[in-house]
C-alpha cells in the first residue's frame, strides 16, 4: 500500500480476505496492515506499491513490530518510465505502480492549462504496460472540455470531466472495482480529487504558482487507498515530466491494430514517422482512417521526445 525509506505497509488478509465491516477499534475484521523490510535473499529486486508479497515473521500488525518480504508475486502490469531529468538519457525504467489495470490521466484544462504533450506521453506508457487509459479532466467550471476531447477522439480514449465541489458518480462508476493509478502533473488537482473520492485519505493540496503556472509537489510518494464502493486507487506524486526511452516504436503501433497490418510492408527499423513509412499509402487505399495515423504519429513524436520535448512538458 505504501513504501517509505525501506519500509513497506501491507494489507494482509486472512481466510477469503473479503470486505467486513470495521469494528470497535476501527481495523477491518480478518485484515490488518502489517509493516515489513525487504528480505536479504530478495537482492536487488524491488518492491513497488501494488505489488501482491509474501510475508515471514511476525504478521500481527502489532505496533513496533517488522515482518519480512521474502516473495515478490508475478505482476499483471507494471506502469514504468525512463528517467525524466532533461539532461539523462540512460533510458533506465522508473517502474511507479504494479498490478494496476487503469491509467486515469488527470489534467486540468486550466489553471494550469492542459499539455497534450504530457497527456500522449502518459497514453504511450499505458499502452506499453497493457492497461485502459482514462482521462480525467478536471477544473471544468474555469474552460470547457470541447477542444481536447476532439483531440483525443480518434484514440477512441474514454474521458470524464470534473470539477472542484461537482458530482463524481461517473468517475466512481469507472473506478468500483478497479485498481486505478492516477497520474497527472502538479496543480491539477489531484489531490483534491483524491480528497474527494475517500474522505479519510488526508491528501495534501497544493496551489498553482501564478508566475510559472506550476503547481508545488505536495504526494511525496505512492499510495494505494480504498475506496469506498470497491476498488483501490494509487495516487502518485505530481509529475513534470514522463520518459519513454524504454519503450520502442512497435510497442506504440500494437495499441493501433487497424494500422498494424499496413507497417508489414515498412522497411525495416521504420520509425513510421519519415518518408518510406508504408503507412501513408495504407492510409491512402483507404485501409485506415487518416486522423488514426495522425494521433499515431503524435504518440510516437511524444515518444521520441528528447530533451526539447521534456522541457515543454516542465514549461
Known sequence: MAVDRGRY???VSDGDGRRRRKDRKGEQGGRRTVIAAKARELGRKGIIVGDRVRLVGDVSGRPGTLARAVRVEPRTSMLRRSADDTEDTDGIERPIVANADQLVIVTALADPPPRPRMIDRMLVAAYDADIDPLLCLTKSDLAPPDELTALYAPLGVPYVVVHKGGDLSELRDRLAGRISVLVGHSGVGKSTLVNALVPDAERAV??????????????????????????????TPGVRSFGLAHISPDTVLLAFPDLVDGSLSCPKNCTHLGDGCALDAWVAEGKADPARLASLRRLLASREGGADALREDSE
Open 9 to 11: 505497509t501491507c494489507l
Open 206 to 235: 497544493s496551489h498553482v504558482n501564478p508566475v510559472t503556472g506550476r503547481g508545488r509537489h505536495t504526494s511525496t510518494s505512492a499510495v494505494a487507498l480504498e475506496l469506498p464502493e470497491g476498488g483501490w486507487i494509487i495516487d
